[in-house]
């Protein structure tokens, strides 16, 4: 086996977040890179493959910016909106940090939401 054809099968495991995804919300999904052998079980050639997350152009409309965002995501992380209940609910809840997009959301929305008072009605018994 070559040394290219090792390096290819060796990377077959690794993953890779390229910059595109930073500009998108992919939920921690990454490519992944491998090899991908013929059909023909008499043919040694492999050819390197790359896997790329299903990414769809969805539009999204948050209750408390009061704004549509065409936002570019993963199937998954819309299964993930719908269970969240509401895009504003799973944009607060996100925990992956690869996503640029998802931060500036995020500061935003908290920003508006409103703040906690700490001084709570205290009652006092009079006799």
Not at 33 to 62: A, L, Q, R
Request: glycine residues 4%.
């Amino acid at each position: 086996m070559s040394f290219r054809m090792r390096s290819l099968v060796a990377s077959v495991t690794r993953g890779a977040l390229p910059n595109r995804a930073q500009r998108q919300v992919w939920g921690g999904k990454q490519q992944i890179f491998g090899v991908k052998s013929s059909d023909d079980k008499k043919s040694p050639k492999k050819s390197p493959k790359i896997w790329k997350p299903n990414v769809f152009s969805k539009k999204f409309f948050s209750d408390l910016l009061e704004e549509t965002f065409k936002i570019r995501i993963t199937a998954r992380e819309m299964r993930s909106v719908d269970k969240a209940g509401s895009f504003d609910n799973y944009i607060l809840k996100y925990k992956h940090n690869d996503s640029k997009v998802v931060t500036n959301l995020q500061n935003r929305m908290r920003s508006k939401l409103p703040k906690k008072s700490s001084s709570s009605p205290s009652t006092s018994s009079s006799s």
